[in-house]
């Protein structure tokens, strides 16, 4: 029986508003978290199923794949966990609105624009999906969530991942038995709704891909277009044998509303029995449905900005390499755009104009690179600041202010370089490959060491070398972590080398280097440290606990994704708790993007700094950057450099992709 629930009663953090449904597993009830007074939607399953070992497996599977998807198409999942009764919930996103079963069930018909706009959101979430591999299998218009946006088009949620196939589980969780969905789904079971299943997942095939949610996808569309789906409904046995064998009727011949004639081919190929013979991803879906209502293809538009000599503003006079600065953006080809500008003290005069530069320009884009450019043109303290932030963003709009950087004469300033270089060089970026050999020339043991690393990931891989194999013997462990790990992830020494310098560096060593090791030696598929993780998760020492938690759960291990949940829950130390949810947002979890988010907020600017990096480096997936800006803004003028050079990089990652996401 689902436990005795009602309006009032608390289920965590969450409390209890009404009752939205009911279905044969379990009750969804709509509440609101009390901290934060948002809306949910909390999922119950019912207690008799909860003692299920493959239901509470499925269930869970559910829960994991949509944060592991994180798409803004799809219903997001905030919580997981089980009631005092030992009943699972778990809290996704609310949405008010309809069902697509019930809009197309009522008049007006699905216009064109509106059909294509739906249609070709659920394909997107559907491809999100299937680049995980993940496939729905229960794909209906009971499962599509309409939320109305007058005057807009509506917004678009696909829900109910419940019987979802994971492909390649063991590359997705770094798991090494057989006990995930792919031996749920085992031949023989039959999961989801025969009314609009594909062929091949009735026959129990273990090869059942995407193309089997794109199937669904377009039965549902005849569904719209015909007024029922293309063998009927009713008897499940006759539906499956037609699936198999029937031809499908052109839905011209069934039209309930006049539409294009070239949608009869587009449906029948979508349709057809064998995978091989539809469109082969989302992507193919949506151009081929678009041209087949007569629409034309997606485009996205780009501005070009044609660098003209944009005068440099006047940066604070000092004696070393800064004369840091930023070009205004010049309006050209009625687009907008910026181009950045960074001119030494020493330049040589009548430098040459900057290439063409394909930006978007966007106010925040601006007002977050001059701050940048502030705090670069600082003392020893603020530069290295933000060149930290930058490598912690990963940004590659910020690349040249690391190659400049290479020719400070500070060793604190190249090191800093030289980590950010870590996470932004590519073989093709020839400029910072020079600066990286200046560098290598005139920089001390140590520090050539970190520069050398960079060099590694920029394809300078002899000189990297001379410096790297040497300081293998070096005498400072932390000297040899940082050559074994630079070494090891190029594939230049054995794992055992790598392995000793982990177990030889000392506590002092800094977090992300330690972490850096450890996901070097986890890529590299050493069975025996992946068991070492684990074990360590269960150790008395902070650093190493965190790291390996962090380490298992950007693997989508399942212990390390518990561990850093009980982190965020739990850690005593804000610190650990905004890594750990640094992580897990990476991995798609909603709640702890919220975190990030109201870490903003804490008295402390270090927290502020680490979040603030945090969701920079986020900005390519999450759906609602506007509300993220704007809390990150305040942060330009804070009195802590390291809280402004954080949130300067973080909007430098963020502000494009707020522009992009209004363009039409």
């Known amino acids: 029986m689902t436990p005795e629930l009602s309006n009032g009663q608390r289920i965590g953090k969450y409390l209890l508003t009404e009752k ?48 592991r998807i994180g798409h803004s198409n799809i219903v997001a999942i905030y919580d997981f966990g089980r009631m005092e009764d030992g009943s699972l919930f778990y809290v996704m996103e609310r949405i008010r609105g309809e069902t697509l079963r019930q809009r197309f069930s009522r008049p007006p018909f699905l216009q064109p624009e509106e059909a294509v706009h739906i249609f070709a959101h659920v394909a997107r979430a559907l491809g999100a999906a299937h680049a995980l591999g993940i496939v729905h299998r229960d794909l209906k218009p009971e499962n599509v969530l309409l939320e109305p946006r007058d005057p807009d088009l509506p917004l678009v949620k696909v829900l109910d ?49 995407g193309r089997a949610d794109l199937y669904a996808l377009a039965a549902m569309l005849y569904e719209v277009l015909t007024g029922e789906p293309p063998f009927g409904m ?7 044998i037609a699936h198999l064998q029937e031809a499908v009727v052109p839905p011209s011949q069934r039209a309930r509303f006049p539409f294009p004639p070239s949608l009869d081919p587009f449906l029948l190929r979508a349709l057809a029995k064998d995978p091989a013979g539809r469109p082969p991803d989302a992507n193919a879906f949506i151009a081929e449905m678009r041209q087949a209502w007569g629409l034309p293809p997606e485009m996205r538009a780009t501005s070009v900005v044609m660098a003209a000599a944009p005068a440099p503003p006047t940066l604070p006079k000092r004696k070393p390499w800064w004369a840091i600065g930023l070009g205004l953006g010049l309006l050209c080809l009625g687009g907008a755009g910026i181009v950045a500008w960074r001119m030494r003290a020493t330049a040589t005069p009548n430098q040459p104009p900057s290439p063409p530069v394909v930006e978007d320009r966007h106010p925040l884009l601006i007002t977050a690179q001059q701050a940048l450019a502030d705090l670069l043109a600082g003392d020893v303290q603020q530069r290295r600041m933000a060149l ?9 709009r910020s690349l040249e202010y690391v190659v400049e950087a290479f020719a400070d004469n500070s060793p604190a300033i190249r090191r800093a370089a030289a980590g950010a270089a870590i996470q932004l060089a590519r073989p093709e970026d020839q400029q910072l490959r020079t600066a990286l050999g200046q560098a290598l020339r005139d920089s001390s043991a140590a520090v050539a060491v970190d520069v050398a690393a960079a060099m590694l990931r920029a394809g300078g891989k002899e000189e990297a070398e001379q410096i790297l194999l040497p300081a293998l013997k070096a005498n400072s462990p932390g000297v040899r972590l940082r050559a074994s790990t630079a070494l090891a992830e190029a594939g230049k020494i054995p794992t055992a ?5 982990i177990e030889e560096a000392p506590a002092s060593t800094p977090r992300a280097q330690l972490w850096a090791a450890y996901v070097s030696l986890y890529r590299l598929n050493d069975a025996a440290f992946r068991a070492e993780l684990e074990a360590a998760l269960a150790g008395n020492n ?3 606990k965190l790291a390996a ?35 897990l947002a990476k991995v798609g979890d909603v709640g702890a993007v919220e975190t990030l988010e109201a870490a903003l907020a ?6 502020r700094a680490r979040a603030a990096q945090s969701l920079g480096r986020l900005a390519e997936s999450l759906p609602d950057l506007e509300p993220i800006a704007a809390k990150l803004k305040p942060l330009l003028a804070a009195a802590a450099p390291q809280e402004r050079a954080a949130a300067a990089a973080a909007l430098v990652s963020i502000a494009p992709h707020l522009s992009a996401r209004r363009t039409p």
Do not use: C, W
């Open 388 to 396: 930290e932030a930058i490598g912690e963003v990963a940004d590659r």
């Open 602 to 607: 804490s008295d402390r600017p270090e927290i």
């Open 20 to 67: 939205l449904g009911e279905g044969g597993m379990g009750v969804v009830f709509g509440g609101v978290h009390e901290g934060l007074g948002r809306p949910v939607a909390i999922k119950v399953l019912r207690g008799e199923f909860s003692r299920n070992e493959m239901v509470v497996t499925r269930f869970q599977k559910e829960a994991e794949a949509v944060s």
């Open 542 to 544: 902070p650093v190493v």
């Open 234 to 240: 009713g008897d499940m046995r006759r539906l499956l």
């Open 161 to 209: 991942f419940g019987v979802a196939k994971v492909r390649d589980e063991d590359a997705l969780l770094g798991g090494s038995g057989s006990a995930g969905p792919a031996a749920l789904t085992r031949a023989g079971s039959l999961l989801g709704t025969p009314t609009y299943m594909a062929p091949e997942q009735i026959s129990a095939s273990q090869n059942v891909d």
């Open 497 to 501: 080398i790598l392995r000793q310098a």
């Open 549 to 583: 938690a962090q380490t298992l759960a950007l693997a989508r291990n399942p212990k390390g994704l518990l561990a850093l949940t009980a982190l965020l829950r739990d850690a005593s130390d804000p610190v650990d708790r905004v890594d750990a949810a640094a992580v």
